[in-house]
């Protein structure tokens, strides 16, 4: 089971980026992700905005499960409500954003 979940935020730097603007992405992430209490910020990483995110093991499932939801439609509201406001934030900041499953991304 996948513990590691990266959003990658294109077109952002994260030394660029307002302290208050990340803070709002990192909320929507945790409600994507659909366990806030089993998901852990485990670093930021520069170049893009790549905001790796750590679950706890006996969460990984639960986080599994709310993702896959999330793609084909369906999902908590919360989760639903997270991501469109997520989309509306990054069409406002010009970026584009993806979920990487793991920690093998391209750092």
């Known amino acids: 089971m996948t513990e590691v979940y990266v959003l990658r935020i294109d077109a952002i730097d994260p030394k660029a980026i307002t302290l208050a603007r990340l803070a709002k992405y990192l909320d929507r992430f945790a409600k994507i992700l659909g366990h806030e209490e089993g998901v852990h910020l485990d670093e930021i990483r520069s170049g893009r905005t790549n905001i790796v995110c750590r679950i706890d093991p006996n969460h990984a499932k639960v986080v599994s499960e709310s993702l ?30 993806m979920i990487f499953e793991g920690d093998d991304i391209r750092r």
């Open 68 to 97: 896959q939801a999330l793609v084909g439609g369906q999902g908590a509201k919360v989760s639903r409500s997270a991501y469109g406001s997520m989309m509306k934030m990054l069409a406002k900041d010009k970026a584009k954003a």
